[in-house]
């Protein structure tokens, strides 16, 4: 069955900090795995992009890795920033031929404190 | 430029009415995709168009529920007889293809729907 799992659930952090959050997968056939982050009440927006081949990819302060083998993935955030308090979202593609599917976990809700 | 709109931004209707939303995606993206959102919940996959045609629609949470979308561009998201438990945002993203290409997918505001 194709799942995405996401840990934490919820997250507090002090100004500053860094953090990382997971995700886990059991989607075949992989295509793509991204990150979002998520504002209340905005829409997603995307911050990365991997591909099987793709280990690390970095945007500014926030770092996603990707393990393949063991279908896992992390967000690192560095530095964290009041702004960063939002929902993050991991979503892996699945497609074979004419099969697309768009697999999401449940997000990770983060709150940075001053 | 333009981004992806949707409207109404927001929407109360009563129970057992039939409501329609409208998404106008990013002009040339041929992929376009609906969620929904309920407070506090994750978001859920509901179907998505690839030009003029959903190759899947097993997202759909009910019958209730349909979608179309013509000229490869606008698309309405349509709830029958709605039921409270339908109360939800409802977000409307595109791509310029479907996701698996790794394009990137942008969202719109989303449509808050309440049904009393």
């Known amino acids: 069955k194709n799942q995405v799992e996401q840990s934490p659930q919820s997250l507090i952090i002090l100004e500053g900090k860094n953090c990382t959050l997971q995700c886990n997968y059991t989607v075949s056939p992989f295509s793509n795995l991204r990150w979002y982050k998520q504002d209340t009440g905005r829409g997603p927006v995307s911050l990365t992009i991997?591909?099987?081949?793709?280990n690390t990819k970095s945007n500014g302060r926030y770092t996603a890795t990707l393990d393949a083998d063991t279908k896992q993935s992390s967000l690192h955030i560095t530095a964290s920033q009041l702004s960063d308090s939002a929902s993050y979202i991991c979503?892996?593609?699945?497609?074979?031929?004419?099969?697309?599917?768009?697999?999401f976990g449940a997000g990770t809700r983060l709150a940075v404190h001053p | 430029g333009a981004g992806v709109s949707q409207s109404p931004s927001n929407k109360v209707t009563e129970k057992g009415k039939d409501v329609e939303l409208r998404c106008d995606p990013i002009?040339?993206?041929?992929?376009l995709y609906w969620y929904r959102q309920s407070l506090g919940q994750g978001l859920e996959f509901l179907i998505y168009?690839?030009?003029?045609?959903?190759?899947?629609k097993s997202g759909l949470p009910s019958d209730r529920f349909s979608a179309e979308r013509t000229g490869g561009s606008v698309s309405t998201l349509t709830i029958q007889r709605t039921q409270q438990e339908d109360s939800a945002v409802y977000l409307c993203?595109?791509?310029?293809?479907?996701?698996?290409?790794?394009?990137?997918?942008?969202f719109g505001p989303g449509t808050r729907l309440t049904v009393t």
């Open positions: 993203a595109s791509s310029l293809l479907f996701l698996a290409s790794s394009y990137e997918q942008y």
């Open positions: 991997m591909t099987f081949s793709e």
């Open positions: 979503v892996v593609s699945a497609t074979s031929g004419g099969y697309n599917k768009l697999i």
């Open positions: 168009f690839q030009g003029n045609s959903a190759p899947d």
């Open positions: 002009s040339g993206h041929t992929a």
